[in-house]
């Protein structure tokens, strides 16, 4: 009897450290997802501005010639 209290304390003890590790995985990952939004924001941005100036040199060098 003793012996399989032992082993439901195991169990029990595991099951407690696995559901903490996956809410500390799931709040890291939404944590790292936050903080790579305004990276991404920020990259589109500048492939505009890239885009449009593309554009005017493209101009620029046709009345040149």
Do not use: K, N, Y
């Amino acid at each position: 009897m003793e012996t399989m209290l032992g082993f439901a304390g195991v169990v029990v003890i595991t099951m407690l450290a696995l559901f903490a590790a996956l809410a500390l995985q799931t709040a890291l990952l939404h944590l790292t997802l936050r903080l790579m939004q305004p990276a991404t924001a920020d990259r589109r941005a500048v492939r505009l501005t890239v885009a449009r100036g593309t554009r005017m040199v493209a101009r620029a060098f046709q009345l040149q010639r």
